[in-house]
């Protein structure tokens, strides 16, 4: 599995820019905002937003390749494309 490396954008703590990398050394960038609302929602068992952003990208990456996650996006985006990511990422430990 590609490794996931999260990095806060700015102060606020809700913006995080995202690099996932291949064994190969590819690579792709992101960025990712986690509002109020998504970490409320799905942020319980995390103890950080950045954790939770972490995650989130391993839950997307079993169902799509690092090249098809959008290059910026809401957490709570997920949702509309995987309508099993809220349900499956508060479960996880």
Do not use: C
Request: aromatic content about 10%; glycine content about 6%.
């Amino acid at each position: 599995m590609p490794t996931v490396e999260v990095t806060p954008k700015d102060e606020s703590g809700n913006r995080f820019s995202v690099e996932v990398r291949d064994e190969d050394g590819s690579a792709t960038t992101h960025e990712v905002t986690v509002d109020n609302s998504d970490w409320e929602r799905l942020g319980s068992g995390y103890a950080s937003r950045a954790e939770l952003v972490e995650a989130s990208f391993k839950f997307l990456l079993e169902w799509e390749p690092k090249e098809d996650i959008l290059a910026s996006f809401d957490l709570g985006m997920i949702s509309q494309y995987f309508p099993q990511y809220g349900e499956t990422i508060s479960k996880r430990d």
